[in-house]
């Protein structure tokens, strides 16, 4: 269940596995990965960043290789553009070390940089040192996804749109999938919900802990391209939970800079200023939405000058990118980040999964899921073991 990349993953690989086998893939939308599955940056992870021994650091680092290979296989572009993690001041130094001694424990291959070869790699970035990963690529992920859902239908595999699941509950001999169009019975389900994950979890008896808050992010687009030749990165401030202004060269040359960072009060839609009431209850009735809100509110108006102006996040990049000027950025497309936070307020650091019986679902899937797809595929397959032949009863029509 569910249409975004994760969800396509899963399915192939179960038909990977076990050839023959009845796989059903339904999708609430009229149109598959319509949501944080084209909504991104389009960046190919390394695997740096993660906490050693985190799920995150062994399926990021899994899946981007696994990444590449499909990529090949279905023909989808791809390029190892290499990152640059920026060090602007000496204050930066000894994140910068950590950095790399993190790379090194999760096995990522980086290079340390002074200033000449950074120079070298990226000609109008600022800064003092750097890392460089050249295994970090980009990839279209919409194209992937497409791709995906190809190959999924060659292998036998059937796709539902327009077909919410509405919850689950485990049968003498698997589980039941109750959704708009009825119920339908099967071996095993996995549940690849996004940014509906908690709801579909809650319905179907599950802790309600942790809760999606959804984040909106919005990105800029670079007005001279040329600027910048792959990604270049700040070094993450260890305090704060997302990775902070960075500019990304994208597959089709263009270069986008973002993304912000500031909670969301409707998960599918993507103006600004939206608001679902549903969504914006579900997010203001949960306890760890205030504690979060209060352990972040010293970084919340920064966060909201940056959305509301392209000037002042121009003005952060440029820490990065010197020659960048006030007017060289400006608005482009945003994405929503299903961040689960739960009840204290903490936000889930790792992939979160849940389930029993013949029912798995995960609950907690930002970056870097596009690019662990593959292996969460894998991990998922792995957990369920093998699944029962036949077909899956009173299928909703396609």
């Known amino acids: 269940m569910g249409g975004g ?11 990977i596995r076990q050839p ?24 190919i992870h390394a695997g740096i960043y993660y906490k050693p021994g985190s799920l995150k650091a062994k399926l990021c680092r899994e899946g981007s290789q696994l990444l590449y290979e499909t990529c090949a296989e279905l023909g989808v572009p791809t390029d190892r553009i290499g990152k640059l993690i920026v060090a602007t001041s000496a204050d930066e130094l000894p994140a910068l070390d950590r950095l790399e001694q993190r790379a090194q424990a999760n096995g990522i291959l980086v290079d340390r940089l002074e200033p ?13 040192a750097a890392l460089h990963s050249p295994d970090t690529g980009i990839v279209d ?20 749109t327009g077909c919410a699941a509405e919850r689950i509950s485990n049968s003498a001999d698997g589980a039941i999938v109750h959704h708009r169009q ?4 099967a071996g095993a389900v996995i549940a690849c919900a996004g940014l509906q994950s908690d709801r579909l979890a809650e319905a179907s008896g599950e802790s309600a802990d942790p809760r999606i808050v959804p984040f909106r992010g919005a990105y800029f687009e670079l007005r001279r391209p040329e600027l910048v030749r792959g990604l270049i990165y700040p070094v993450p401030d260890p305090s704060l939970p997302f990775l902070g202004v960075h500019l990304t060269r994208r597959i089709g040359g263009d270069v986008v800079v973002g993304p912000t ?11 600004p200023a939206a608001v679902n009431l549903a969504d914006a209850a579900s997010t203001l009735a949960w306890p760890g939405s205030y504690r979060m809100a209060w352990r972040w509110r010293k970084h919340a108006r920064r966060e909201l000058g940056w959305a509301l102006s392209a000037r002042s996040y ?6 990065l990118v010197p020659q960048l000027k006030p007017d060289d950025l400006e608005p482009s497309f945003a994405g929503l980040r299903a961040q689960a936070v739960d009840r204290s307020g903490e936000l889930a650091d790792d992939f979160v999964f849940s389930g029993h019986g013949r029912v798995l679902q995960l609950r907690n899937a930002p970056s870097p899921a596009a690019t662990a797809s593959l292996a969460i595929a894998r991990y998922c397959c792995d957990r369920l073991g093998a699944i029962p032949a036949g077909e899956p009863s009173t299928s909703p029509a396609a």
């Open 20 to 43: 023959g086998l009845s796989v059903l893939l339904l999708e609430a939308e009229d149109l598959l990965a319509g949501h944080q599955s084209s909504h991104n940056s389009g960046v």
């Open 182 to 185: 009825g119920e339908t019975r």
């Open 5 to 15: 990349i994760v969800g396509l993953a899963v399915a192939r690989e179960a038909l």
């Open 141 to 160: 992920y919409g194209l992937l996804c497409k791709e995906l859902a190809g190959d999924l239908r060659a292998r036998g595999g059937v796709v539902v």
């Open 261 to 271: 960072a500031i909670p969301a009060l409707a998960r599918g839609n993507y103006r």
């Open 116 to 128: 000449a070869g950074l120079r070298e790699l990226e000609p109008y970035a600022g800064g003092i």
């Open 314 to 319: 121009a003005k952060e990049a440029k820490r």
